[in-house]
């Protein structure tokens, strides 16, 4: 039992019988609950905290395997990405990226406020406690994972599994709290297209009919010279040897221990640059890219699940209550608030899709604003994706994600808090002086 493959082959089983749970059980399809957390708990329910079935040296398999699959996924972000005109950058893209960010902001400032504030006199917590609900609301579980090496560096091995609990707390705030925002939003009129109640459970088992299963990714090099998806497993590999280079360069400038993830992303955009030089961008598929990095992104979410520290959850458990309430409040207030007065046109549909990724994951955004907005009348839609291109790299994961622990080790959880809710008010203020701002018409 203790050969890597073995243990890989146990990941593998746990996600199909995730699978088959997600397809079989009824509220599992209609609350939208991802088949790799399903089969994480599957995991950690059949680990040493459960049933004992899998053992000891397995979970430590697990547990190793995040920083790098995390590495992996983070690599190809940046590689095959166009950005948006200058002309979509206006009241298209502009709203978007500045209510993101404020959002992220009041994410990471709220929590590190109350932590500093409250839970720090009475449970004698680290500073960085506050900081994992950015990691695990907006950066969801693979970020969580991958954030677990970094708070090992800055000696706080806790941080890991913190982060991973309120990545499940994120993500189950955004479904719940969202579907209730919709319906009381369908009552009161806010909404643009849904007039009533008209959520519907998801078809059949989660599989595609064979007239209808869609593209993942298209052959752009001859099989005669390589199989495609190793080739673009060749360009990802090359992104995360850059990667190291830049790691190497800023720990040997710096003397700080920072991540690789998102070095491997900025590796990433040095192929994209390359490949662009070359003039052979057709030969980079995205949808290739994305299967290898869905892959790696799937066995993260499982591997880290299964591997969780329940005793430390359960002793932390009122302190993660307390910031993840904290951090959902900030929520509510920055969807409706803000969203009226930030969107001009269709602010329901362009505040729900930022409180489900902002809670939860970029997917529970996306199941919240179909449910809105079904036949993708609004441009919610497609300003929530070109924002992706100046937010993803920074927040949720990016750079900033993983440079919060190391600023809050510096300056403390109180400075930092507080000098975050200055950023939210001073992006408020950017807002009004670009004009994305107006009098609240919550019926428009």
Same mark, same amino acid.
């Given at each position: 039992?203790?050969?890597?493959?073995? !243990?890989?082959?146990?990941?593998?089983?746990?996600?199909?019988?995730?699978?088959?749970?997600?397809?079989?059980?009824?509220?599992?399809?209609?609350?939208?609950?991802?088949?790799?957390?399903?089969?994480?708990?599957?995991?950690?329910?059949?680990?040493?905290?459960?049933?004992?079935?899998?053992?000891?040296?397995?979970?430590?398999?697990?547990?190793?395997?995040?920083?790098?699959?995390?590495?992996?996924?983070?690599?190809?972000?940046?590689?095959?990405?166009? &950005?948006? #005109?200058?002309?979509?950058?206006?009241? =298209? @893209?502009?709203?978007?990226?500045?209510?993101?960010?404020?959002?992220?902001?009041?994410?990471?400032?709220?929590?590190? +406020?109350?932590?500093?504030?409250?839970?720090?006199?009475?449970? $004698?917590?680290?500073? +960085?406690?506050?900081? @994992?609900?950015? @990691?695990?609301?907006?950066?969801?579980?693979?970020?969580?994972?991958?954030?677990?090496?970094?708070?090992?560096?800055?000696?706080?091995?806790?941080?890991?599994?913190?982060?991973?609990?309120?990545?499940?707390?994120?993500?189950?705030?955004?479904?719940?709290?969202?579907?209730?925002?919709?319906? !009381?939003?369908?009552? #009161?009129?806010?909404?643009? &297209?849904? =007039?009533?109640?008209?959520? #519907?459970?998801?078809?059949?088992?989660?599989?595609?009919?064979?007239?209808?299963?869609?593209?993942?990714?298209?052959? =752009?090099?001859?099989?005669? @010279?390589?199989?495609?998806?190793?080739?673009?497993?060749?360009?990802?590999?090359?992104?995360?040897?850059?990667? %190291?280079?830049?790691?190497?360069?800023?720990?040997?400038?710096?003397?700080?221990? /920072?991540?690789?993830?998102?070095?491997?992303?900025?590796?990433?955009?040095?192929?994209?640059?390359?490949?662009?030089?070359?003039? !052979?961008? $057709?030969?980079?598929?995205?949808?290739?890219?994305?299967?290898?990095?869905?892959?790696?992104?799937?066995?993260?979410?499982?591997?880290?699940?299964?591997? +969780? #520290?329940?005793?430390?959850?359960?002793?932390?458990?009122?302190?993660?209550?307390?910031?993840?309430?904290?951090?959902?409040?900030?929520?509510?207030?920055?969807?409706?608030?803000?969203?009226?007065?930030?969107?001009?046109?269709?602010?329901?549909?362009?505040?729900?899709?930022?409180?489900?990724? *902002?809670?939860?994951? =970029?997917?529970?955004?996306?199941?919240?604003?179909?449910?809105? $907005?079904?036949?993708?009348?609004? $441009?919610?839609?497609?300003?929530?994706?070109?924002?992706?291109?100046?937010?993803?790299?920074?927040?949720?994961?990016?750079?900033?994600?993983?440079? /919060?622990? *190391?600023?809050?080790?510096?300056?403390?959880?109180?400075?930092?808090?507080?000098?975050?809710?200055?950023?939210? %008010?001073?992006?408020?203020?950017?807002?009004?002086?670009?004009?994305?701002?107006?009098?609240?018409?919550?019926?428009?």
């Amino acid at each position: 039992m203790n050969s890597p493959l073995i !243990h890989i082959s146990v990941l593998g089983i746990l996600l199909l019988a995730g699978v088959i749970l997600r397809a079989k059980v009824g509220f599992l399809k209609r609350l939208f609950i991802p088949a790799s957390l399903i089969a994480g708990l599957i995991g950690l329910a059949l680990g040493q905290y459960g049933l004992k079935l899998i053992p000891a040296d397995m979970m430590g398999t697990f547990s190793s395997l995040a920083p790098y699959l995390i590495t992996i996924v983070f690599a190809p972000m940046l590689i095959g990405v166009t &950005f948006p #005109k200058p002309t979509e950058l206006g009241n =298209t @893209v502009g709203p978007q990226v500045l209510f993101a960010y404020i959002g992220d902001f009041l994410l990471i400032a709220i929590p590190l +406020l109350v932590t500093a504030l409250w839970l720090m006199p009475i449970w $004698d917590l680290n500073d +960085l406690f506050g900081t @994992v609900v950015e @990691v695990g609301f907006v950066g969801g579980h693979g970020t969580a994972a991958g954030m677990g090496e970094i708070y090992d560096s800055v000696d706080w091995d806790k941080g890991g599994a913190m982060g991973l609990a309120t990545a499940t707390v994120g993500l189950f705030i955004g479904i719940f709290c969202g579907i209730v925002m919709i319906n !009381h939003g369908i009552r #009161k009129g806010y909404t643009s &297209f849904v =007039t009533q109640t008209s959520q #519907k459970a998801e078809n059949g088992q989660g599989i595609y009919a064979k007239n209808e299963q869609p593209f993942a990714s298209r052959v =752009t090099v001859s099989k005669d @010279v390589v199989e495609p998806l190793a080739f673009h497993f060749g360009i990802i590999a090359l992104a995360i040897v850059f990667g %190291l280079g830049i790691l190497w360069l800023l720990q040997t400038a710096t003397g700080l221990k /920072l991540p690789l993830f998102p070095m491997a992303m900025i590796g990433g955009l040095l192929v994209q640059l390359m490949i662009t030089k070359t003039g !052979h961008d $057709d030969a980079v598929d995205h949808g290739s890219l994305n299967l290898i990095q869905g892959l790696a992104l799937e066995l993260l979410i499982v591997s880290s699940i299964a591997s +969780l #520290k329940v005793p430390l959850i359960i002793e932390y458990a009122l302190p993660i209550v307390i910031v993840c309430v904290s951090a959902t409040l900030a929520l509510l207030f920055h969807f409706y608030y803000l969203g009226p007065r930030m969107f001009k046109n269709q602010w329901f549909e362009h505040s729900i899709v930022n409180f489900g990724g *902002l809670a939860g994951v =970029t997917a529970v955004g996306l199941m919240l604003l179909r449910t809105v $907005d079904p036949e993708v009348k609004s $441009d919610a839609l497609k300003a929530y994706a070109m924002r992706s291109v100046f937010v993803s790299p920074v927040i949720g994961g990016g750079l900033l994600t993983s440079i /919060l622990p *190391l600023i809050v080790v510096s300056h403390g959880a109180l400075l930092v808090g507080f000098g975050f809710l200055m950023l939210a %008010l001073i992006l408020v203020g950017i807002a009004r002086l670009l004009g994305f701002w107006r009098k609240p018409g919550l019926h428009e």
